[in-house]
């Protein structure tokens, strides 16, 4: 006698099979374990999902059978299985395209005696023993905010979200959260999450040595800039419940970790949890759903600066806000952080990059051996190469962008596509030799430095250093540690760099950070450019004065030809909430999120037109066919993209929206077969690809 059963296999995104599979066995398989099934030609990995009571109109002779079990390995827990569920849904993908993602990709060419082998090895059950390393006493404000994570009980605590700035002890907050849960239940996992792989490892040790007394193995980190082995290592170990502290980025919020009791997504806000590929889902909002539907799971998000849905979920009462207000060791005064100057850049000389008094508070800090730190978010020598005489600019022919100019090796790359030529000798449409930069990046920027500097010399009578850390400086492995190292050490006086500086790291002998042009985000089309600009100032201000000592001395420079505008009020005050309640009123008014709900549809092609005219097309068969939650819903007309073309393809997207998160699911849910038909018509045929985008972070 054979069983039927219902096995989700990674299936390609637009093909028709987007449902899990039937297939026979010869025994009961539960569901949630992996399995081995054909599927055409070959032999892939799949998950059963569940037990079908009969073939489901299959005959013998088209039914196939399940290969082989992975039973070496647990089932995938029910609880795996909704989330993964859930997010399918949630971002209109398929449930095979999320289960398989969610898998190391090594598991899919394991057979049952590899994996077998690979599990041999058990780790020895050390469970927690309270010989835990002396701790430091909590500020106060750490002691209310910890007793006001524990203060809701039950089986469904709401999320909490810790508001503090940078320095003021959030780490340590999780730090003993993790400590409590763990304690508390010898099998618990907590999940820490952060922004980028970048920040894991200083976080990393920072956990690691406080957990040293688990074992070297309960503490595992996920993330893509692991091996393959070590990745599926990570995950086994999560998946088997040896691993009780998992850190990780966005990808780990879909591992399994059966007895997942805490989430920590530290640095809520950053732009980096939301998945830009693929199933486009935010590992934050994924945190918080994990943790309604896991039992027993509670969820702390952090941030100095939290996203405006978080911050609106406190108001409504949603979420719960736990409130730090100063950082550690500091001098009472502004809670000890830097003071933030404004350089009205209308009254400084004309064509200036860096103000006078900003080089004079430069120059007095390499006099004091401090460091400071000058971030300009554009990386490359200038954004554009141009011909005075007849206009040329340095376009990219591939893409609706201007390729970027770099002196270092006096290429023109496409930060888009990534075509790159050497700089021509002379204008290629013209013949004049004089082509210039226009604008200015990093690259330049510490070139300019270093004129502006050249007369200083340090306390010892050496040169000034200057040292510049952004995407071209650290491509290679290991690149950015060492050059970090080396800002650590002392061996750098003025440090240029992209956001990449801002976030995170914790430097001890920086008192002064300067933005040098931030002011393009001001008057931006996108509605979250000023919320990221001020989180980004925010933390960019906290790098300064991290060190108690001289953090009364701490500035934070803002060169802007707009000093009265309302987001620079608001950062001087260092007052979020003031800033929030601001943004907030815009988009009530507006019906933006947090108010109002989302999705993009982009469609991309060889022409324009056809990109735009399948959005269209698909809409009005939306509206013809008077699909579900239609009347709640808005689509806007198909327009093409901020850039709209990238490697000779053309890009559209059409905007959805609604007042009610429910009824923009129902329509989306709805709309998604209609979309698929509308490809297979003939006018479409040139279309590369489609995609839904729910909840997006740039409309
Ligand atoms: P955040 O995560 O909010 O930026 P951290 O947790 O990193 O802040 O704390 C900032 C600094 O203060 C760290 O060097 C940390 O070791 C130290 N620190 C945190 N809590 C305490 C405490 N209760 N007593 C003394 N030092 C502390
Ligand atoms: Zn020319
Ligand atoms: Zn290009």
């Known amino acids: 006698m054979s069983h039927w059963l219902s096995i989700v296999v990674a299936t390609p995104a637009h093909s028709a099979i987007a449902g899990p599979l039937t297939y026979r066995s010869p025994s009961l398989v539960a569901p949630g374990t992996l399995v081995r099934v054909p599927l055409g030609k070959r032999e892939v990995l799949g998950v059963v999902w569940q037990a079908l009571p009969d073939s489901g109109g299959l005959t013998e002779s088209q039914a196939r059978h399940v290969a082989g079990t992975l039973d070496a390995l647990p089932p995938l827990s029910a609880d795996w299985r909704a989330l993964v569920g859930f997010t399918a849904r949630y971002y209109q993908r398929s449930l095979g395209e999320v289960a398989l993602a969610a898998l190391p990709p090594q598991l899919r060419e394991l057979t049952g005696i590899q994996l077998a082998r690979r599990l041999k090895r058990p780790v020895q059950d050390t469970s927690y023993t309270p010989s835990a390393p002396d701790l430091i006493a909590l500020s106060p404000d750490q002691t209310s905010a910890m007793a006001g994570f524990d203060a809701e009980t039950g089986p469904r605590p709401r999320p909490a979200l810790l508001f503090g700035a940078t320095g003021s002890g959030k780490t340590e907050v999780y730090l003993r959260a993790a400590a409590q849960v763990l304690a508390q239940d010898p099998g618990a996992q907590v999940l820490v999450m952060v922004p980028e792989i970048n920040l894991t490892p200083q ?43 998992i850190l990780g980025t966005r990808m780990a919020v879909l591992a399994s970790m059966p007895q997942l009791r805490l989430i920590v997504v530290d640095e809520e806000h950053d732009p980096s949890y939301k998945q830009q590929e693929g199933a486009r889902y935010s590992a934050r909002d994924l945190a918080v759903y994990r943790a309604s539907i896991q039992t027993d799971c509670r969820v702390l998000l952090g941030s100095a600066t939290p996203s405006l849905e978080s911050w609106q979920a406190t108001i409504s009462g949603k979420y719960r806000l736990l409130k730090m207000n100063e950082r550690i060791g500091a001098n009472a005064q502004a809670g000890g952080l830097p003071a933030v100057k404004r350089v009205d850049m209308n009254h400084q000389p004309r064509h200036c990059v860096m103000a006078p008094p900003l080089v004079k508070a430069i120059e007095e800090r390499i006099a004091r051996s401090e460091q400071s730190l000058i971030f300009l978010n554009r990386r490359g020598y200038a954004p554009v190469l141009a011909c005075h005489d007849c206009g040329w600019k340095s376009e990219c022919p591939h893409c609706s962008a201007y390729r970027v100019f770099h002196k270092i090796d006096r290429t023109l790359r496409c930060h888009h596509c990534g075509f790159t030529e050497r700089v021509p000798r002379a204008c290629p449409s013209c013949g004049n030799i004089d082509i210039a930069p226009m604008g200015r990046g990093t690259e330049r920027l510490e070139e300019h430095l270093a004129e502006l500097l050249a007369g200083t010399t340090r306390p010892d009578g050496s040169e000034v250093r200057i040292a510049r850390i952004d995407a071209d400086t650290t491509r290679l492995k290991g690149a950015l540690e060492s050059q970090l190292a080396s800002v650590h050490a002392g061996e750098v006086d003025v440090l240029v760099g992209t956001q990449m500086v801002a976030k995170g790291h914790d430097f001890r002998h920086i008192t002064l950070v300067a933005a040098i042009n931030p002011d393009g985000a001001l008057f931006s089309s996108d509605f979250r450019a000023p919320e990221r600009l001020f989180s980004l100032l925010m933390q960019a201000a906290g790098r300064a004065g991290r060190d108690a000592r001289h953090s009364a001395a701490s500035q934070m420079w803002v060169q802007t030809f707009h000093p009265q505008h309302p987001l620079f009020e608001a950062l001087k005050a260092h007052d979020y909430p003031g800033f929030a309640a601001q943004q907030l009123e815009e988009r009530q008014a507006a019906g933006m999120s947090p108010f109002g709900f989302s999705a993009l549809v982009r469609a991309e092609a060889r022409t324009q037109e056809v990109a735009q005219s399948f959005l269209n097309a698909a809409s009005s068969a939306a509206l013809a066919a008077q699909l579900e939650g239609h009347a709640q819903v808005t689509a806007y007309p198909a327009v093409p993209m901020t850039i709209q073309r990238v490697a000779n393809v053309e890009r559209a997207q059409m905007l959805v929206e609604s007042a009610s998160r429910a009824a923009l699911q129902r329509f989306l849910a709805a709309w998604q077969p209609l979309l698929f038909e509308t490809r297979k018509q003939t006018d479409f045929k040139s279309l590369i690809r489609w995609a839904i985008d729910v909840d997006p972070l740039a409309i």
């Open 203 to 245: 976080l990393q040790a920072r956990f690691e040595a406080r957990f040293a007394h688990l074992g070297k193995e309960r503490v595992v980190s996920l993330h893509s800039g692991l091996s393959p082995a070590q990745r599926l290592k990570s995950w086994l170990a999560a998946h088997s419940g040896a691993a009780r502290l």
